[in-house]
């Protein structure tokens, strides 16, 4: 079955931790990236990697850090230094940058 | 930086009724696509334009692209409750990334 994995799909953390959040593709993209989603908001780029070992700041970049050591992986770090995490995470891919983008379903993350 | 701007932000309608999203940029689009977002899901593409005055239709949705490739529309005849979530039209920039309207939430009053 073909598609992006996220996982977990909830997450709580603890004030001043540290959490990754795991991304994996089996479609063969070359480019990936990170979203964020406030509650009735829209999509706010955080990083993104066209190729791997290359990976790019987004909009919202502050507080997080990601790796592609590999094609099909891509997964992003939520640092304690994101001081408001609380946020519905979307991990996407495309065959290239600029092309349809096709998202997983999702990881909930939650301050407590 | 390029922006696309997405009105409106909400519209509430009977079932049955008609909704209607726009996207409007100020710069000429080379092309533009459409995702659908349901409550608590994902987003989900829909379609791409590319071509000046494009029309698309995908049973009750109905896709335009401006002739000066400036805007777009996607309009639902009849709405349902399967058509509930949000719209979010996307453009892509001269960098190749895709830029995201902030969508348009289509609640169906009850």
């Known amino acids: 079955d073909g598609g992006i994995t996220q996982s977990p799909k909830y997450l709580f953390r603890k004030e001043g931790q540290n959490v990754t959040l795991s991304c994996e593709q089996n479609?063969?993209?070359?480019?990936m990236y990170w979203y964020r989603q406030d509650p009735g908001q829209g999509l706010r780029l955080i990083y993104y990697?066209?190729?791997?070992?290359?990976?790019q700041k987004g909009d919202i970049a502050e507080g997080y850090s990601v790796s592609r050591e590999k094609k099909e992986s891509f997964p992003l770090t939520v640092t304690s230094a994101q001081k408001n995490p609380t946020a519905f995470y979307l991990c996407?891919?495309?065959?290239?940058?600029?092309?349809?983008?096709?998202f997983g379903e999702g990881s909930w993350l939650t301050v407590v | 930086g390029q922006q696309v701007m997405q009105i409106p932000q909400y519209q509430h309608v009977q079932e049955g009724e008609d909704f209607t999203t726009y996207c409007n940029s100020s710069?000429?689009?080379?092309?533009i696509q459409w995702y659908k977002q349901r409550p608590g899901g994902h987003p989900v593409f829909l379609i791409q334009?590319?071509?000046s005055g494009e029309v698309k239709k995908q049973k009750r949705l109905t896709f335009q692209f401006g002739e000066a490739k400036k805007n777009s529309s996607l309009h639902i005849t009849a709405t349902q409750t399967t058509d509930v979530g949000t719209y979010f039209c996307?453009?892509?920039?001269?960098?190749?990334?895709?830029?995201w309207g902030a969508g348009t939430k289509l609640i169906i009053k009850p």
């Open positions: 996307a453009v892509r920039d001269s960098n190749y990334q895709l830029i």
């Open positions: 710069t000429t689009l080379s092309n």
């Open positions: 990697s066209q190729i791997v070992n290359d990976f």
């Open positions: 334009l590319v071509k």
């Open positions: 996407a891919s495309s065959r290239w940058a600029g092309n349809t983008i096709y």
């Open positions: 479609l063969n993209h070359d480019a």
